[in-house]
């Protein structure tokens, strides 16, 4: 499994009920039913990957994350994580809250754009950087939302949402073996992994 | 080749049940006392010594209880779901118990308009009672505990048998760990009730219907015919005909300029409806698809306590339809997960994209077969019982 997930099931607390958005095909959440005894529900919008969460057993629904979380009645879930989803997400602001009103708490991770190669990128090439974490060019890139680990901070004051527990982890996209960054995370952390839960 | 080299023949057979003899029927939905009730069914695969891994299928309009293998070595065709029901397939039968009956108003064995009225010692025709897609389930029921089981393991149909599955949910929350409804809905249509309505006109319209009473008769197989072909069409989709049929014509390389078979679809809609009447009653037609079409789940006053009980039993549920499915359209499905998400309820759903229309849920599928093995399999130690 990516280190990141291995991060966040490391913060789930066993035998809870975890909604996985954008949850693939199922890594996270199969390790999660397996190993922490939790209620896994997932949602994904491709329906191969769909396929692949239940032929694994889990109960994963197709559908838009936009689209899904209205009709879930207020804290269904002990924990809804979105996993380096985020950038891809129309509107965060509503998302959170919708995640914060389903779920007691949320597990967001996203890539840092504050890291220092993405920064010396544009600095010295002029170009819009493309990384292994946001490997696209301007004009084909799923990711409309760019964020740091700062920005995400800052978001948590103007939507109004607590951060519980946060991480800055250096790892590449598919790795599973990453390190824990402490010092200068919005520079040399390539993921930021929070936990929030209600103001 | 010896005899290990070839595949296993998965043999079965047609049995009946009756029950509810002397005024001990069914107490049916519309108020009416039917009784006795018999039911055509076949089981494939062992029951295991705690009763906890039967499965039962229910099956689509015009099937019936032969759901895979074969009866013997004579027989051509194995069951009409026999590329899902099998040793190692999608529903495991070394796994799992399999049963599957005749609905209720059908005419392939069970209690129907053409089976014989006891007390007349006539085919009952229109004397026999308007039944639901909850009459069905109820008879199901029945034999389901003749056979000694207390809760399903799964309930499995696509089209009316998801329908069958969902009211299963419905009637008999605490017996059922879990269900499978494939490209369906959980209340009928306009459009579907329209399309059916189309194909009992047809029937009621053959003069050899004669009020339903034609046993003794010519049947109204001008009526069964078209009635087939309208159903034909909703089973199949734009694009499946483009590609099956386009613009072809039938044997000819010109127009006829009459009204004679010219294209290929059409050869193909009357070839579908000549060879239906033969295997099909036209009265069961009637009785089967104005099942389907009071089938609303929703009006019923103690929907919501049902939905709550499944939450309770912990029930799992598999919903899954199909892109180019207009007769039971996706939207129907995310309804279905709509409700079940509100309550609570553990569901999941896929859209398979596929572009032949209705009929997907019966063509051989890994994909499909894949998420209900997987999907049964999840089940194990998970929830009561």
Known sequence: MRYDLTLIESWIQPGSRVLGLGCGEGDLLYALKTRKAVEERGIEISEKKVRACIEKGLSVIQGDINLELADYPDNSFDYVVLSQTMQQVYAPPELIRSMLRIGKKAVVSFPNFGHWRIRMQLLLSGYVPVTEQLPYHWYNTPNIRVLTIKDFKRFSNDVGFRILKEAAINTQERDMHGTIVTVFPNLRATYGLFLIGKD | ?385
């Open chain 2, 1 to 385: 080749m010896s005899m290990d080299a070839q595949p296993r023949f998965l043999k079965t057979e047609k049995r009946f049940f009756t029950f509810g003899e002397k005024g001990k029927g069914l107490v049916l939905e519309s108020g009416a006392h039917f009784g006795p009730v018999t039911l055509a069914y076949e089981t494939l695969g062992t029951l295991n010594k705690d009763k906890s891994n039967a499965v039962l299928i229910c099956h689509a309009l015009t099937g019936d209880s032969h759901v895979a293998g074969y009866y013997g070595e004579y027989e051509k065709k194995p069951g009409w779901w026999d590329t899902m029901v099998g040793p190692g397939k999608g529903i495991d039968t070394d796994r799992y118990f399999v049963i599957c009956s005749n609905i209720l108003g059908g005419c392939m064995g069970s209690s129907g308009p053409s089976s014989i009225n006891p007390e007349t010692g006539e085919p009952y025709a229109l004397d026999f009672p308007l039944v639901t897609i909850g009459d069905m389930v109820n008879a199901q029921k029945k034999l389901v505990e003749f056979l000694g089981i207390e809760r399903l393991h799964s309930v499995i149909g696509g089209s009316l048998g998801g329908m069958q599955a969902l009211a299963w949910c419905y009637h008999y929350p605490d017996h059922v760990r879990s269900a499978v409804a494939l490209a369906t809905t959980l209340r009928h249509s306009a459009l579907a009730i329209a399309f059916n309505e189309v194909a009992r006109q047809a029937i009621v319209r053959d003069p050899n219907w004669d009020k339903g009473y034609y046993y003794s008769g010519e049947k109204p197989s001008m009526g069964l015919s078209v009635a087939r072909m309208i159903g034909h069409i909703t089973y199949l989709s734009d694009e499946s005909m483009h590609q099956k049929f386009g613009r072809r014509l039938q044997g000819k390389d010109a127009f006829s300029f009459d009204f004679d078979t010219d294209f290929q679809v059409e050869s193909y809609l009357r070839y579908q409806g000549a060879k239906f009447v033969d295997r099909f009653d036209a009265n069961s037609l009637l009785y089967i698809t104005k099942a389907a079409d009071y089938f609303d789940l929703s009006r019923y006053a103690d929907y919501q306590s049902a939905l709550a009980t499944l939450k309770k039993a912990a029930t799992k549920f598999l919903v899954v339809s199909y892109t180019s499915d207009w007769l039971y359209p996706t939207y129907q499905s995310r309804d279905i997960v709509k409700v079940l998400k509100r309550n609570g309820l553990d569901v999941s759903f896929c859209e398979i994209e596929a572009d032949c229309g209705h009929d997907a849920f019966l063509l051989p599928s890994d994909n499909l077969s894949g998420m209900i093995t997987g999907f049964l399999s999840g089940l194990h130690g998970k929830g009561r019982g």
